[in-house]
């Protein structure tokens, strides 16, 4: 197998380096060839893939955080709106949170308190 056909080449130093080519292990060369073209193809690939499902998968932005936290309770009277009494209250379901009979809903502003509030067990 002729791999030089430069004949600028001393014989002797080109036999060297065509004995030397001969003796290399070009499966392996493959091999790493292709685990390169692999990493630089397919790596970047998955890693996208994984980002995507992991993203779809926490669908943090589309979850409305709320807080579960005890409130004071607000009652409605009239020609005042919203005022705030002395019972503690949680967001969290449960029991209907009263006094003296009353609903007691979560404070937004002094004209409205729109959410009805549970009671502490």
């Known amino acids: 197998m002729k791999l030089f056909y430069n004949q600028d080449i001393p014989a ?3 036999d060297k380096i ?3 080519y001969k003796r290399v292990n070009h499966n392996f060369l493959n ?3 292709m685990k390169i073209k692999f990493f630089k193809l397919i790596l970047p ?3 996208v893939a994984f980002g995507i499902a992991g993203a779809m ?3 943090a932005m589309s979850k409305k955080a709320t807080t579960l936290v005890n409130k004071w309770g607000y009652t409605h009277i009239e020609g005042e ?3 705030l009494t002395n019972q503690m209250c949680r967001t969290e379901p ?3 949170c009263k006094l003296a009979g009353e609903q007691l809903y979560d404070f937004v502003s002094t004209t409205s ?3 009805p509030l549970n009671k502490i067990p």
Request: charged share 10%; with cysteine.
């Open 12 to 14: 002797g130093i080109r």
């Open 18 to 20: 065509e004995n030397l």
């Open 31 to 33: 091999f790493t060839i």
């Open 45 to 47: 690939m998955a890693v």
């Open 57 to 59: 998968h926490t669908n």
């Open 81 to 83: 709106n919203c005022v």
């Open 94 to 96: 449960g029991p209907s």
């Open 113 to 115: 308190c729109p959410t």
